[in-house]
């Protein structure tokens, strides 16, 4: 009842941001409120003046039965994400594009609903009509509307709350509705997830009884004196109650997928401070990943009663390294698990220390900005400095938390742009060149990027910048929205591959905002104890040939050649010959 609490709370007061820098809840949430209406109104309103005149004609001419049947069942069986998904794939992101996808899901039902109505009607009456002279438009709309109202409306009904559901997911492609605290848990907390269901579930129910209501209103009075009040009301009722509870599950659902894809912090690279890459072929599989390559892993049988559960945050190069750490870990002789995208860094060190995982690979620079608040002009900019106050600070914790061996590979994020972007802009090469610019331009990022210091909330305090506007966006799409100039800007990873298939500029950090990333492997000193010397040991071996070029590459290969993050890392254990 506590945490119902404070998600009411949430819900009506205004506070500060769960790891700071920005307001959330309370008069905050009138805009995601406004824009998932909006998005709802628009997307249904289309749906029916689409399909509603469809299924008229095809209902009054007797034909398109199979049309309506195949429409509705295939509506049911393509999950909404997908469709977001395609849309985004081939029109970018954008209120224009998620609407047009939630059109497709709100036809089905109003297609179908309006055709069987229409088809229900009483033959005779229409006879009737057709005797007196009435021409086709006439009987549709005098006879054959009136009387198959009640399902029309009831098509309409089912579209808007599944809608209004699935709009949660719309953050992801760049409309920011209810559903931003329910993906971005790293910014809104549990509080924040739990009251924005609450509002979706409100705001289906309200849907459901308005539209009865109108229903109630536009269908003629002596067709409504012939339906049984009884009968009716309790449909009303039992609408009413499954639209709550499809709205309450739908957003449950939508809440543990989000924490899935609220995106997450920095990737990795060469440096922070990089300039224009030359321009280059995308990577093949045929590339070299066996620099550093220190020797075979051990096979101890002995290992084999402990399970070890390897996570990983939601973006490729966790993944990827994820998968090599729990495939090094079993040939080292371990049972091993993986549970991987588990979303950001707050979520998956949640995860470590409630035992759903027992380690993951998390980034020096954003353990020291996320867990440890170190200011930004008191960051290190050595790797090796960075690592070792990670570790000491890890170890102080209740419980405490064992740092392992870091990769070599060190990064972090970065602003890049496009070169006809930067040409329009002077040809500019560093962060400060972006002051009396930044108010014109749009600044794409994951997230949580609007209250971490390595992002917007550090481009903002350090160099002072204010954008035109910040579209949070699924990591998974901070190169495609540069590409398709959706973004003038875009907080990118400096081990993308893409930075160098496609000639992106990434602006110099002059003012060292972004700490250096190297990746350590976060495990619990009491796990660690249980498992034995070969699990840091193993993750010491296999992080040798993790150097940028190499982790680049594997990047590559699961971005650009959509290879699995699994077959990648057997790829780099077998060519850097850890394992046979």
């Given at each position: 009842m506590s945490q119902f609490g404070d998600a009411i709370d949430f819900i009506l007061h205004s506070s500060e941001a769960r790891s700071g820098g920005t307001n959330v809840g309370g008069s905050q949430l009138w805009p995601l409120i406004g824009k998932h209406l909006e998005l709802t109104g628009a997307s249904v309103g289309i749906a029916v003046a689409i399909a509603v005149p469809l299924a008229l004609w095809l209902g009054h001419i007797?034909?398109?039965?199979?049309?309506?049947?195949?429409?509705?069942?295939?509506?049911?069986?393509?999950p909404s994400l997908a469709l977001i998904a395609f849309f985004v794939a081939y029109l970018g992101v954008g209120f224009t594009n998620v609407t047009l996808a939630l059109v497709l899901l709100a036809i089905p039902p109003i297609l179908t609903n309006t055709y069987v109505g229409v088809r229900q009607v009483d033959r005779d009456s229409v006879d009737a009509a057709r005797g007196m002279g009435m021409t086709g438009l006439q009987i549709v709309r005098a006879v054959e509307l009136p009387?198959?109202?009640?399902?029309?409306?009831?098509?309409?009904?089912?579209?808007?709350?599944?809608?209004?559901?699935?709009?949660?997911?719309?953050?992801?492609?760049?409309?920011?509705?209810?559903?931003?605290?329910?993906?971005?848990?790293?910014?809104?907390?549990?509080?924040?997830?739990?009251?924005?269901?609450?509002?979706?579930?409100?705001?289906?129910?309200a849907a459901e009884a308005l539209f009865a209501f109108l229903q109630h209103l536009s269908v003629p009075q002596g067709?409504?004196?012939?339906?049984q009040p009884l009968r009716r009301q309790k449909n009303a009722m039992r609408r009413i109650t499954l639209a709550m509870l499809a709205a309450l599950a739908l957003v449950v659902v939508v809440a543990g997928c989000g924490s899935d894809s609220s995106s997450s912090t920095s990737s990795s690279s060469t440096s922070a401070s990089t300039s224009t890459p030359a321009a280059s072929t995308p990577a093949s599989t045929s590339a070299d990943t066996t620099a550093g390559s220190g020797g075979t892993i051990t096979h101890n049988p002995g290992n084999g009663s402990t399970t070890v559960v390897v996570g990983s945050k939601n973006f490729t190069e966790q993944k990827v390294l994820g998968e090599i750490y729990s495939q090094a870990l079993q040939a080292?002789?371990?049972?091993?698990?993986?549970?991987?995208?588990?979303?950001?860094?707050?979520?998956?060190?949640?995860?470590?220390?409630?035992?759903?995982?027992?380690?993951?690979?998390?980034?020096?620079?954003?353990?020291?900005?996320?867990?440890f608040n170190v200011?930004?002009?008191?960051?290190?900019?050595?790797?090796?400095?960075?690592?070792?106050?990670?570790k000491a600070d890890f170890a102080k914790e209740n419980p405490p938390i064992e740092a392992l061996a870091p990769t070599p590979f060190t990064s972090s994020n970065e602003v890049g742009l496009t070169q006809a972007q930067d040409k329009k802009l002077g040809g500019i090469t560093k962060i400060s060149q972006l002051k009396g610019k930044s108010q014109d331009l749009t600044l794409y990022g994951t997230p949580e990027c609007r209250q971490r210091l390595d992002c917007l909330l550090g481009l903002q305090k350090v160099y002072g910048l204010k954008f035109k506007k910040f579209v949070p966006v699924d990591p998974s799409l901070r190169h495609e929205v540069l590409q398709k100039g959706q973004a003038d800007l875009s907080i990118v990873f400096t081990t993308d591959p893409q930075n160098t298939r496609d000639n992106v500029v990434l602006l110099k950090?002059?003012?060292?905002?972004?700490?250096?990333?190297?990746?350590?492997?976060?495990?619990?000193?009491s796990f660690a104890d249980k498992a034995g010397p070969d699990?840091?040991?193993?993750?010491?071996l296999v992080n040798q040939g993790l150097t940028a070029d190499a982790i680049q590459e594997l990047n590559a290969r699961v971005d650009l050649d959509k290879q699995t993050p699994a077959v990648v890392?057997?790829?780099?254990?077998?060519?850097?010959?850890?394992?046979?």
């Open positions: 007797g034909k398109g039965e199979f049309l309506a049947t195949s429409i509705a069942n295939v509506g049911r069986a393509v009387l198959a109202l009640p399902l029309v409306f009831g098509g309409i009904r089912t579209s808007v709350v599944n809608v209004i559901a699935t709009a949660t997911i719309a953050p992801l492609a760049g409309v920011v509705t209810l559903g931003d605290p329910i993906i971005a848990g790293g910014v809104y907390g549990d509080d924040g997830r739990l009251g924005a269901s609450i509002l979706v579930a409100l705001i289906a129910i067709i409504r004196m012939t339906q080292a002789g371990y049972q091993t698990k993986t549970a991987l995208n588990l979303g950001d860094e707050k979520t998956a060190l949640k995860a470590l220390n409630d035992g759903s995982i027992d380690g993951y690979p998390e980034y020096t620079g954003t353990a020291l900005l996320s867990f200011p930004t002009d008191k960051l290190p900019s050595d790797p090796a400095k960075a690592y070792d106050e990670v950090d002059d003012k060292g905002m972004f700490p250096p990333y190297n990746s350590t492997f976060l495990v619990k000193k699990l840091a040991k193993t993750i010491a890392a057997t790829q780099y254990l077998q060519e850097s010959r850890y394992v046979k």
